[in-house]
Nanobody, 122 residues
């Protein structure tokens, strides 16, 4: 069992920045790919970014490339999502997720956090 807890959400103006954190506890963090997903009201959950266990490989949704950066600190069992140049369409509940994998993937995540709200005002 991997427990995930997100933090760092909030209200920000368009063009601003936020950094989300996701702390993992429970089983070892080792070998887990970590991902960020988001769900806006009335929309399906969508993939945002993912990072390999080593941190050397990352993957991003086209909508956030060049604006968001995913990173991780395995010593702290924490993954981050730095979000810059935020747009109103980035407004959503952001969830972190985990799964064991040798590759960075966008599906098949087993463990999910409760989410943190990000609201971007125009």
């Amino acid at each position: 069992q991997v427990l995930l807890a997100e933090s760092g959400g909030g209200l920000v103006q368009a063009g601003g920045s936020l950094r989300l954190s996701c702390a993992a506890s429970g089983r070892t963090f080792s070998g887990y790919v970590m991902g960020w997903f988001r769900q806006a009201p009335g929309k399906e959950r969508e993939f945002v970014a993912a990072i390999s266990w080593s941190g050397f490989s990352t993957k991003y949704a086209d909508s956030v490339k060049g604006r968001f950066t995913i990173s991780r600190d395995n010593a702290k069992n924490t993954v981050y999502l730095q979000m810059n140049s935020l747009k109103p369409e980035d407004t959503a509940v952001y969830h972190c997720a985990a799964r064991r994998s040798d590759y960075v993937v966008t599906v098949g995540y087993n463990y999910w956090g409760q989410g943190t709200q990000v609201t971007v005002s125009s």
